[in-house]
């Protein structure tokens, strides 16, 4: 009668220990999809601000034609790219030609002192500034979550567990090589 | 000193829980002497132990449900909307991000003085508060930085986690206060109890051993605490450069808040732990080394820079910074 209670009590807390792990894991790849989800909400968000922001500049830069229309193309296929709703390695390298765009039009902007004193357009480059910080945090704190994740189900004990139960591995966000280039300003 | 922010976290949670363990095992020291010498019985330590034990823990409950309101209110904070300071919001709302928790609220404290603090028991309570003064004197890179240190206080747990080596270091502290006025008031440790089994010599050497420890141990416990304190703040350093990358806006901020001489009005004893720095400022008042809550800025400036890669400040350098600890 010993070794059957005995048995029992090991079963249960192998019982147990499976449970927490398999909670663990799923606990994990939710914080994974939590983050991809931050990241289209930020992208989403730059999307909005541009329209106001080459709105606000226009009246000012007549000479800037031209990274204006860089600016407002590469937002037009950012939007489009992301329409799938889905992070794809196409809407990434949208997303990347977007930030190279705004940051030739932030260097432009340093050349004209009405619009750097211009309250509106201050406000707008701080909306930009954050949005693009609140961009690269989500995938910094995305690639953590991954980190994280691939970590607990390729090491014990979660492996054990992690491959009968249909957990994968997620991968890296990785910045595109567009992202190393200095954005170019011409100056008249 | 460890050279990426990953190892200086993990040395700084080993020597907080080693130093919590500590305490248990000092705590536990004192109720088992208290017992036995007593009462020649072992087990009635344990039962001193849990008594002393659960009035701390109500005790300190009180303080954990309630206790960020009252800082908040000690501190004269004023909640700021979200349409005041939107530079200050988009970097807590940026440090949140890279953090992955919910913004806490934000608090506005009117002092030139540079400083900050978070109060909450987990992420989904948290409130941070900074000066004026702050705002005014870091740039944009150092107040992420600040903010990134006091959010990681809030996301490693540390309000619930000084509140545990506090009652920990309260209960002590009762319980060898308790034992002491016994003895010396109720003559307790010359009675000997009816079914005292003649523990005799050894009883009354851990007697001795039981007053010798009920005078020291809230001392060495009340030092365990601080260190606690301080290897939470070395934590939250490198927490924030988890989540900036960039230990260099951290630095700066340090050392433009330890050249600061203004002094915050309302910070006092009872929540100079609370804060970024140690916001006591005269040299005679504040604690050094051992005894202080903080670790030294410059010593915190050099475990950044060992991360950064560079190498650690000199004496001549040093000098402008340790006027303040």
Known sequence: MEIGIVLLVIVGIVIVVAVLLYNGLVARRIRVDEAVGQIEVQLKRRHDLVPNLVSAVKGYMDFEQDVLTRVTEARANAVAAGASGTLTAGQAQAENALTGALRSLFAVVENYPQLKANENVLALQEQLTTTENQISFSRQ???????????????????????????????????EPEADLVPVVSLR | MSTSFYSQQAANRRNSFLL??????????????????????????????????????????????????????????????????????????????????????????????????????????????????????????????VIGHELSHVRNFDIRYNLLVGVLVG???????????????????????????????????????????????????????????????????????ELTRNPRGLERALATIAGDREVLEVANRATQHLYFTNPIKKFEQRSQGLFSTHPAIVDRINRLRVLDGQRPLLDGEARTLSGLE
């Open chain 1, 141 to 175: 704190h995305y690639n953590a979550s991954v980190n994280d994740y691939n970590t607990s189900i390729q090491t014990f004990p979660g492996m054990l567990i992690a491959g009968p139960l249909g957990f994968t591995r997620r991968e890296f966000f990785e910045a």
């Open chain 2, 20 to 145: 919590v363990l500590a305490v248990v095992a000092l705590l536990a020291a004192l109720g088992f002497a208290i017992g036995y010498g007593t009462t020649g019985v072992p087990a009635a330590g344990l039962g001193w132990l849990g008594v002393f034990g659960v009035i701390a823990i109500v005790m300190s409950l009180a303080s954990y449900f309630g206790g960020d309101r009252m800082v908040l209110a000690a501190s004269r904070a004023r909640e700021i909307g979200p349409d005041e300071l939107p530079q200050l919001h988009n970097v807590v709302a940026e440090m949140s991000l890279a953090a992955g928790i919910a913004a806490p609220r934000v608090y506005l404290i009117d002092d030139t003085a540079p400083n900050a603090f978070a109060t909450g028991r987990d992420p989904r309570h948290a409130s941070i508060a900074v000066t004026t003064g702050l705002l005014d004197k870091l740039d944009r890179e150092e107040l992420q930085g």
């Open chain 2, 171 to 241: 209960t002590i502290a009762l319980l060898a206060d308790f034992f002491l006025r016994m003895t010396f008031w109720g003559g307790l440790g010359g009675r000997r109890s009816s079914g005292d089994r003649g523990g005799g010599g050894l009883q009354a050497l851990v007697l001795v051993l039981a007053l010798f420890l009920a005078i020291l141990a809230p001392f060495f416990a009340r030092l365990v605490q601080l260190a606690v304190s301080r290897q939470r703040e070395y934590l939250a350093d490198a927490s924030s450069v």
